[in-house]
Structure formats: structure tokens, C-alpha cells
């Protein structure tokens, strides 16, 4: 899967939230080598969003794809997050699937799909 697919498919994920009431504020933000794909703010939530696209769903819903230890890294990116930006919402860790081909645009958000275990 190329990097452009994955980038189209992180700018469906944020028009898709924006169309939702969510306020981006930040994209594809790092700490180190990690990095969370969508930080934004929806009510009163700090709302951290992994994206991955597929064509299909041939080998797997997209959503399989966010590992445990792939929720540990965004976990650990949010945490830093938040230090350095002294937010005091609650936090959330969703994850938007999208399968995206020629037939078809689908797109499921899940939310609260994992949470830390402090």
C-alpha cells in the first residue's frame, strides 16, 4: 500500500470528522519515531485518531490492523501530547477504517476503540 493511498485516506477520515462537529487541531503529530495520525476535540474530548485505509477487506477489516502495540505507541504519543500541551479534557482513542476503491467508499469510525491501561 503506498504512503499516498494512506494519505488519502487520512484526508477522507478528517473531512469526515470535520462533517461530524470535530475541530482538527493537529495532524500526523510526532514524538520521537511514533506518531498519531488525527488529534482533534469534539465536546469535550481530546479525541486521538488512528486511520488506515484498505481497498477491501480481502485480508481483514481495516481496524485489525491497529495492533496492541500500535495502541501502546499512540497511547504513549497522547500522553506526551498532553504534557506539552497541558490539555485537561478527557481523552479518547478512536479509530476510522476505510475501505476505498473503485465500487465504493466506506467508511467506519469507531469510538473509544481502545483505552490506556494506566
Request: glycine letters at 4%; hydrophobic letters at 40%.
Amino acid at each position: 500500500m503506498s504512503s499516498s493511498y494512506g494519505k488519502e485516506g487520512e484526508e477522507i477520515a478528517v473531512s469526515y470528522l470535520i462533517s461530524k462537529g470535530y475541530q482538527i487541531i493537529e495532524r500526523n503529530w510526532r514524538f520521537g519515531k511514533e506518531e498519531v495520525d488525527i488529534i482533534a476535540i469534539y465536546e469535550d474530548e481530546l479525541v486521538f485518531a488512528e486511520v488506515k485505509t484498505r481497498t477491501n477487506a480481502y485480508l481483514g477489516n481495516p481496524e485489525e490492523a491497529v495492533t496492541l502495540a500500535k495502541q501502546k505507541s499512540i497511547i504513549r504519543v497522547a500522553a506526551q501530547f498532553v504534557e506539552q500541551s497541558s490539555e485537561e479534557r478527557e481523552v479518547r482513542f478512536d479509530i476510522i477504517a476505510i475501505i476505498r476503491n473503485s465500487e465504493k467508499e466506506e467508511i467506519t469510525h469507531i469510538k473509544e476503540a481502545f483505552s490506556p491501561q494506566w
